[in-house]
């Protein structure tokens, strides 16, 4: 059972940017739905749960390397999987 829940809550700490230590492609392809201050955001690029932050893109401005600068927001975040399994859904008719 612990198993089956660990494996249906997203991690702690995750983010979107590949060159980041808490990026992680096989649970974002899941699908990791977030909600900051009471609502669902999809504009976050990397949150901590644990430490109560979100990070989010500052408009279009973008760094030196290309990447787009971000803003750190403090309050409640919750996370949890779109995908919530392996198995589809299955489809009645009749």
Same mark, same amino acid.
């Given at each position: 059972?612990?198993?089956?829940?660990?494996?249906?809550?997203?991690?702690?700490?995750?983010?979107?940017?590949?060159?980041?230590?808490?990026?992680?492609? !096989?649970?974002?392809? @899941?699908?990791?739905? +977030?909600?900051?201050?009471?609502? /669902?955001?999809?504009?976050? =690029?990397?949150?901590?749960?644990?430490?109560?932050?979100?990070?989010?893109?500052?408009?279009?401005?973008? !760094?030196?390397?290309? @990447?787009?600068?971000? +803003?750190?927001?403090?309050?409640? /975040?919750?996370?949890?999987? =779109?995908?919530?399994?392996?198995?589809?859904?299955?489809?009645?008719?009749?």
């Amino acid at each position: 059972m612990s198993d089956k829940t660990e494996q249906d809550t997203p991690p702690d700490h995750l983010a979107i940017h590949p060159s980041s230590e808490f990026f992680d492609a !096989d649970k974002l392809q @899941r699908g990791v739905g +977030i909600r900051f201050k009471d609502r /669902v955001r999809t504009d976050i =690029e990397e949150y901590c749960i644990s430490e109560g932050w979100v990070r989010v893109q500052a408009g279009k401005t973008m !760094d030196r390397k290309g @990447r787009p600068l971000t +803003i750190k927001l403090n309050g409640p /975040v919750e996370a949890w999987y =779109e995908d919530l399994g392996d198995e589809p859904p299955v489809n009645k008719k009749g």
